[in-house]
């Protein structure tokens, strides 16, 4: 590829665009003419592929695309339809994917033959290159053409080791805007998917709501509010008919108790205490180690999914938690 460097792609931190230089309308190395995605401060407008979480990337909208990474993950497609005609495929794949997974991931199309600063400034070696991109760091993930039901395997675990680790929002719909109302106040319409699982909440049947949430996510591990609403029955069943205080002598008396610092720590986040809730669990991971430090983090990561990612308390855990870890 000509003016790209042949090294290893390796840029382990934040992108630098300074070197990024947009180009005026027309000049050489310009998008192509049309809608430009992103117009109007965003990276929704001017959609591209058969999906809503799909767009073309360009010099204007690169940053806008990769700030929307720190909702959810965005995986930048490189390719050239002129050099490598089976790499835009991949991209129109991966576009097609993206609305299937129903925002898990947002997908950047950058073709790099329109946008040859873009593949420069990322240090792209060639084409096709699939990067993920998770709160602003990019990652590569692969560089071969795969048909699309390895495409879609493959996505699927990455959302799910994604999932793990508690980031569980998702992009909204490019280029929409809710529909005015009469009454803007006015709750928006439940989602029938999860009617069974909140009728059990509202009846008191946690167990039930628990088993529905389950059931939603095994059919689509991408389901981020599916996902959230597990995590937040789970702790709801974790807690039933428990005494705070008895839990809080108990855990008081037993420091060193995994089981007991989890139970208060389920309560605090019922009771809105949220950073005292991870402050706890955190301060488990850094007094213990093996089985009880995993079990201790691997709650905490549940706990921030139940949150939510796009909190910035649960950024701040995160920073935590990665602190006591190493």
Do not use: C, W
């Not at 992103?38 to 591209?48: H, I, K, L, N, V």
């Not at 950047?108 to 993920?132: E, F, N, R, Y």
């Not at 529905?212 to 702790?235: Q, R, T």
Request: hydrophobic share 45%; glycine share 10%.
């Amino acid at each position: 590829m000509a003016g790209m460097t042949q090294q290893p792609f390796s840029r382990p931190g934040a992108i630098d665009l300074s070197a990024l230089k947009r180009p005026a309308p027309g000049a050489p190395g310009a998008a192509p003419a049309g809608p430009a995605a992103g117009a109007g401060g965003g990276p929704g407008a001017g959609a591209a592929g058969p999906s809503a979480y799909a767009t073309q990337v360009d010099e204007q909208n690169f940053q806008a695309v990769l700030e929307a990474s720190r909702t959810a993950p965005v995986l930048l497609v490189f390719f050239s339809r002129t050099r490598m005609p089976e790499s835009g495929q991949l991209a129109d794949d991966v576009a097609a994917l993206s609305g299937e997974f129903e925002g898990r991931f947002l997908a950047g199309l950058v073709d790099i033959d329109a946008s040859p600063q873009i593949a420069q400034a990322m240090q792209i070696p060639s084409i096709p290159l699939v990067v993920a991109v998770l709160d602003g760091r990019p990652a590569p993930l692969f560089q071969d053409v795969l048909p699309i039901d390895e495409l879609r395997a493959a996505l699927t675990q990455v959302m799910q080791q994604v999932a793990s680790q508690g980031m569980v929002q998702r992009h909204q719909p490019l280029g929409t805007a809710p529909a005015p109302t009469e009454d803007e106040d006015a709750e928006p319409p439940l989602d029938p998917r999860y009617a069974p699982a909140q009728d059990a909440l509202e009846a008191g049947d946690i167990d039930g709501a628990v088993a529905e949430y389950e059931k939603l996510v095994a059919a689509n591990p991408a389901d981020a509010e599916a996902s959230a609403g597990l995590a937040m029955a789970k702790v709801l069943q974790r807690t039933q008919g428990v005494d705070l205080n008895t839990a809080r002598a108990a855990a008081a008396a037993a420091p060193d108790d995994v089981d007991a610092q989890i139970l208060v720590a389920d309560l605090d986040l019922l009771g809105g205490h949220v950073e005292d809730a991870f402050a706890r669990l955190i301060d488990v991971v850094r007094r213990t180690a093996g089985d009880e430090r995993e079990q201790a983090r691997q709650h905490l990561v549940e706990l921030f999914g139940t949150v939510g990612n796009g909190d910035p308390r649960v950024a701040r855990g995160r920073q935590l938690l990665a602190s006591a870890l190493f």
